[in-house]
């Protein structure tokens, strides 16, 4: 059984290594869709309360919510952000919706998962019309 969850929040970024137009300074307002896979618990009936899903992805999305992300090699920028004195998250990778799943696998594993929990799955939308997703097992 599968349950889902979507988050949104808005955050700037630029593309350092893009030849086009995501080189440059632009924001998105992103959508999360965080999906749980496992056994349903026969006490409560449910694979993973809601509000336990919220208590996990919220903490991680409100870092990143109305700041500028940026790659830890693109010193240019954060020496900007930094004399702008405005908020800022420092990455260790190019902060492509790619990569922006891979953080975000990352840090949602690192949390307290219900035990019953197998697979877990993101998504991550820049647009309405593009995502980038994956999933691991637990
Ligand atoms: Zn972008």
């Not at 080189?23 to 869709?33: A, D, E, P, R, T």
């Not at 990455?91 to 594993?109: K, R």
């Amino acid at each position: 059984m599968k349950i889902s969850k979507d988050f949104r929040w808005e955050m700037g970024h630029r593309l350092q290594c893009h030849k086009g137009k995501c080189f440059n300074l632009h924001g998105h307002s992103y959508k999360l869709q965080v999906e749980f896979e496992g056994e349903i618990d026969t006490n409560t009936g449910m694979v993973m309360d809601y509000f336990d899903v919220k208590d996990v992805v919220a903490p991680i999305i409100n870092r990143l919510d109305h700041t500028v992300v940026v790659w830890n090699k693109d010193t240019e920028l954060i020496a900007m952000l930094k004399k702008l004195n405005t908020a800022h998250v420092i990455l260790p990778f190019e902060t492509t919706a790619e990569n922006l799943v891979g953080y975000f696998l990352s840090e949602i594993s690192k949390a307290d998962i219900p035990s019953g929990i197998s697979k877990i799955k993101v998504r991550v939308c820049e647009t309405e019309n593009t995502y980038a997703e994956d999933e691991i097992k637990i």
